[in-house]
């Protein structure tokens, strides 16, 4: 079982920058493929960014390319993502999530992640 929490939401302008980070605690975190998801009103889950179990691989979603940033550090069981050039489409709650799965690619399918996190806001304002 891992568990997930989420910090660093705010309210940020325009063009501003937030990190969010994702605490994990239970077991063996180091072999979990990680990704970040978010969810604006109205809209479906969408995923954001993904980096395998050794951070070695990581994938954006066109969105997000160039302005984001996902990384891991296993000794503190934290997984970040660094957003930059925010912009009033990226207000949403973002969710962290961990994969049971031992792949070797960044998962980049919601139904590839069996652990979440409680999500945290991030909301962008023009």
């Known amino acids: 079982q891992v568990q997930l929490v989420e910090s660093g939401g705010g309210l940020v302008q325009v063009g501003g920058s937030l990190r969010l980070s994702c605490a994990a605690s239970g077991r063996a975190f180091g072999t979990h493929p990680m990704g970040w998801f978010r969810q604006a009103p109205g809209k479906e889950r969408e995923i954001v960014a993904a980096?395998?179990?050794?951070?070695?691989?990581?994938w954006y979603a066109e969105s997000v390319k160039g302005r984001f940033a996902i990384s891991r550090d296993s000794a503190k069981n934290t997984v970040y993502l660094q957003m930059n050039s925010l912009k009033p489409d990226d207000t949403a709650v973002y969710y962290c999530a961990a994969s049971g799965s031992l792949t070797m690619a960044p998962i980049t399918y919601q139904a590839g992640y069996n652990y979440w996190g409680q999500g945290t806001q991030v909301t962008v304002s023009s």
């Open positions: 980096i395998t179990w050794s951070g070695a691989s990581t």
